[in-house]
């Protein structure tokens, strides 16, 4: 059964400052993982999809690295910025249209 | 940008009565999910369903649910006895048949009383 853990489970940081998230996985047969952000009470918005041949994914101030032998992905944010305060959900998928493990996630604040 | 939608955003209903939760996914995708979370808890998956088809579903998918896709468009889940522990937000879900992403509609509140 897969499982996702993500560390820390909560992060304060000041405006300016590159952070790293960190999601991990129990079996490492992984299809794909997809990083997602989430506002309070709102829905998931995907950020990055990596494929299971990928090692890495960019997009704007984003970078996610995928390791799947060690079963671990990050997730970069550079230059945060107050409006990155959310919390950022890491979910595993084991087929290609199969369901989604998702992590507990982690709780960013960047402080202005 | 096509959205997932779903409505209600919020639903109020008492113990042992039958809800409707709806969703309208993008219209080009094939794969469509329900998942559910708890407050303060994990997101957890529910059903997904292809070919008008549930192709798979979790332990708490229990007799009580079920999915259908009514039209072309819609897409709804049922709960046909609420019970307590069954207050959560629902999320429905859709993927895309080229890059595999999963598209996330808005939640539905469904508080239980």
């Known amino acids: 059964k897969q499982e996702v853990t993500q560390i820390p489970a909560a992060l304060s940081v000041p405006e300016g400052e590159n952070l790293v998230l960190n999601c991990s996985f129990t079996d490492s047969a992984i299809y794909n993982l997809q990083w997602f952000r989430q506002d309070p009470g709102k829905g998931l918005t995907s950020l990055l999809l990596i494929q299971s041949s990928q090692r890495e994914q960019t997009s704007g101030r984003l970078n996610a690295s995928l390791d799947k032998s060690s079963g671990r992905s990050t997730l970069y944010i550079a230059a945060s910025q107050p409006g990155d305060s959310a919390t950022y959900l890491c979910?595993?998928?084991?087929?290609?249209?199969?369901?989604?493990?998702f992590g507990d996630g982690t709780t960013l604040t960047v402080k202005p | 940008e096509p959205e997932v939608t779903q409505t209600p955003s919020h639903q109020v209903t008492q113990m042992g009565q039958e809800v409707i939760l709806r969703c309208v996914p993008i219209?080009?995708?094939?794969?469509f999910y329900w998942y559910r979370q708890i407050l303060g808890q994990k997101v957890e998956f529910l059903v997904s369903?292809?070919?008008?088809?549930?192709?798979?579903k979790s332990e708490i998918f229990d007799d009580q649910f079920s999915v259908e896709r009514p039209d072309g468009s819609n897409f709804t889940l049922k709960i046909r006895s609420t019970k307590l522990e069954d207050s959560a937000m629902y999320f429905c879900a859709g993927q895309d048949g080229r890059s595999y992403e999963q598209y996330f509609g808005p939640g539905t509140r469904l508080t239980v009383t």
């Open positions: 979910a595993v998928r084991n087929t290609n249209a199969g369901k989604s493990t």
């Open positions: 219209s080009n995708h094939l794969y």
């Open positions: 369903f292809y070919n008008n088809e549930i192709s798979e």
